[in-house]
């Protein structure tokens, strides 16, 4: 999912850096995960789309094209107010970030 070749890219080419960032990305995508969950369960857009929006900061460092994809539309249905949409994306992104979180127990390295 984590396109290595962009995130070294990213980190001006340095590979260790752009594993860390990558690591504290990881790191911190639970409790993201929990945040955007809450908020979606609470029906609060607003709290819904600061979160979506601070996972989508994350992954300007982290590459990971189809959740970033995912995020942005998670972000636009939030600025739309378009509740179907919302259902719609937020279910994918919490299947993406599943997946990557799978991934990163058994990660590839670049």
């Known amino acids: 999912m984590i396109d290595w070749k962009a995130t070294i890219a990213k980190a001006d080419g340095d590979k260790i850096f752009a594993e860390n960032l990558v690591h504290d990305f990881i790191k911190a995508l639970p409790d993201d995960k929990v945040k955007i969950t809450v908020a979606f369960e609470q029906h609060d857009i607003e709290v819904l789309r600061r979160n979506v929006h601070k996972l989508k900061g ?14 942005r539309a998670l972000e636009q249905a939030c600025i739309n107010l378009d509740e179907e949409k919302i259902k719609i994306y937020y279910a994918e992104v919490m299947k993406l970030m599943d997946d990557l979180l799978r991934e990163a127990i058994a990660p590839e390295k670049p």
């Open 58 to 71: 994350g992954l300007s460092f982290c590459i990971v094209p189809a959740l970033n994809i995912a995020v």
